[in-house]
């Protein structure tokens, strides 16, 4: 199990089944940073180390958080493959899972019977069972808002702990300044995950969308979608932009007939099978086939495509690894 509970014994703890960092430099005229443009300047993999418990003993945890998946089917087919893999490529590695979405948490505790803990709980309860060295990867798509919130869990909790890092989402880096390209590397395992498409077809690849400035990584993923050949693939979002209205006239002028729809999501929750897939007038389904479409579903999320899984691997690998450094 991944699963840390409220009042966990780290005497006592049940056996688990085991299943490069980088940063901006400041210019060298800024002579006397202030602490608030210093953590600005911190980007990547983050990490701390506390010279005040510099003689602890090292006792090290990997936690994985997630924006969380509450449907025991959409856990079993994305999430738990998904920490199946992570602790494959971590074994010997006491492995613990969080949900930064307290909706997430409420349904799954009422669904499943499990209760998830927060990121914030999680470090607590790693904290008091003994913990000194922690390890924070991420599985969100980008570092949006969600993300935002474990950059200051980090800063909040960094000096409790004799070493605290916090792991990049799935897309941090975009190719700048000799980083790696995380979009063009999800448009890979995207493409290569789903059938190919016939001349008159698309793939619109929905997303939840957000109303923090990281919405624009869609359109970075678009443009690594055209730069791989991949032209008839549109990213679509639920509430940010572009929204589906804004898709629908580009594929009527380049003469698509058919279109797959496919969820740019962690997990085939309510959104993908609801809004997107759904029988209702208002689903994403619905409107396109009123609108003369041919609509064929692709209802898998992300974490039920291998090639996807080792990019997230490799996401929490990069955390892990610099734990160790």
């Known amino acids: 199990m991944f699963i840390l509970e409220?009042?966990?014994?780290?005497?006592?703890?049940?056996?688990?089944?085991?299943?490069?960092?980088?940063?901006?430099?400041?210019?060298?005229?800024?002579?006397?940073?202030?602490?608030?443009?210093?953590?600005?300047?911190?980007?990547?993999?983050?990490?701390?180390?506390?010279?005040?418990?510099?003689?602890?003993?090292?006792?090290?945890?990997?936690?994985?958080?997630?924006?969380?998946?509450?449907?025991?089917?959409a856990r079993a087919a994305a999430v738990e493959p998904l920490m199946e893999a992570i602790a494959e490529a971590n074994p010997e590695t006491d492995i613990f899972e969080a949900y930064t979405s307290s909706v997430m948490r409420a349904k799954v505790k009422e669904s499943a019977g499990l209760e998830i803990l927060s990121a914030q709980e999680a470090l607590g309860a790693l904290?008091?069972?003994?913990?000194?060295?922690?390890?924070?990867a991420s599985l969100h798509l980008f570092p949006g808002a969600e993300y935002?919130?474990?950059?200051e869990l980090f800063n909040a909790c960094k000096k409790k702990f004799k070493r605290l890092v916090l792991g990049?989402?799935?897309?941090?880096?975009?190719?700048?300044?000799e980083q790696r390209d995380d979009?063009?590397?999800?448009?890979?395992?995207?493409?290569?995950?789903?059938?190919?498409?016939?001349?008159?077809?698309?793939?619109?690849?929905?997303?939840?969308?957000?109303?923090?400035?990281?919405?624009?990584?869609?359109?970075?993923?678009?443009?690594?979608?055209?730069?791989?050949?991949?032209?008839?693939?549109f990213i679509y979002t639920l509430a940010g932009w572009p929204r589906l209205e804004h898709i629908t006239p580009v594929l009527k002028e380049k003469g698509i007939r058919r279109v797959r729809l496919v969820p740019l999501m962690l997990a085939v929750g309510a959104h993908a099978s609801r809004d997107m897939a759904g029988d209702a007038p208002g689903s994403h389904r619905s409107r396109l086939?009123?609108?003369?479409?041919?609509?064929e579903v692709f209802q898998k999320g992300l974490g039920e495509l291998p090639l996807v899984r080792e990019l997230y691997v490799?996401?929490?690998?990069?955390?892990?690894?610099k734990l160790q450094a």
């Open 183 to 233: 979009a063009a590397d999800l448009t890979k395992a995207l493409r290569e995950s789903l059938p190919p498409l016939a001349e008159d077809e698309a793939a619109l690849v929905m997303a939840h969308g957000t109303q923090h400035p990281s919405n624009s990584f869609y359109a970075a993923l678009q443009t690594r979608f055209e730069m791989a050949g991949w032209d008839r693939a």
């Open 289 to 295: 086939l009123a609108e003369g479409f041919e609509v």
């Open 314 to 321: 490799e996401r929490v690998n990069e955390a892990w690894d």
């Open 168 to 177: 990049a989402p799935l897309m941090y880096w975009m190719g700048q300044e």
């Open 6 to 73: 409220r009042g966990f014994d780290m005497e006592n703890k049940t056996p688990m089944r085991m299943h490069k960092g980088a940063g901006y430099k400041l210019h060298d005229e800024v002579r006397k940073p202030t602490p608030a443009l210093l953590r600005a300047a911190q980007i990547g993999v983050l990490c701390h180390d506390e010279p005040s418990l510099a003689a602890k003993e090292n006792v090290d945890a990997l936690l994985v958080v997630s924006y969380g998946a509450a449907r025991k089917e």
């Open 127 to 136: 904290l008091q069972a003994g913990y000194t060295r922690v390890a924070i």
């Open 148 to 151: 935002v919130g474990l950059v």
